[in-house]
């Protein structure tokens, strides 16, 4: 199982990096893991994934999910209709590169951490933080079961 890729430890670490990430922005982020990529194209799991998390209910439709099939290496990055209709095309590309750097030496948490606040932080320039925002969704990563 996916969750078994990960230690305890850094499911706390991970899911501490969401909350400081939504700190900077009024965005949502997720992270879904599971073993193996569904579909032929990675981008159409991630975006099954969105829908099945129910990622679109935000008020501001700014939720952005950091899908991963782990042992198939194949991850996506996606943001809901409210981020793509604001930002630039390629957004999600530095985020990328800095997940990529570390999970080419095999630091599956630390690549993971560095994208989502690397997300909150890009995000923060669209989508700031409120005083009164509310935590629309979960925090905690999910895991598919295969």
């Known amino acids: ?34 073993n193996h990529c569904k579909t032929e194209n990675v981008l159409d799991r991630a975006a099954q994934m969105f829908a099945e998390l129910k990622m679109h209910k935000t008020e501001q439709r700014n939720g952005v999910l950091i899908y991963m099939a782990i042992k198939d290496h194949k991850f996506a990055i996606i ?17 990328k590169e800095k997940m990529v750097k ?19 932080q890009r995000l923060k320039e669209y989508f700031p933080y409120q005083s009164d925002d509310q935590n629309e969704l979960s925090d905690d990563i999910s895991f598919g079961k295969n």
């Open 102 to 120: 570390h999970f080419k030496e095999g630091r599956l948490a630390q690549g993971l951490i560095e994208g989502i606040l690397c997300a909150g």
């Open 79 to 95: 943001g809901d209709a409210g981020i793509n209709a604001n930002v630039e095309e390629g957004f999600w590309d530095i985020t």
């Open 1 to 34: 199982m996916a969750e078994n890729q990960l230690t305890k430890d850094e499911k706390a670490e991970i899911k501490a990096a969401i909350e400081k990430a939504e700190l900077n922005t009024s965005g949502e982020i997720r992270v879904h893991l599971e």
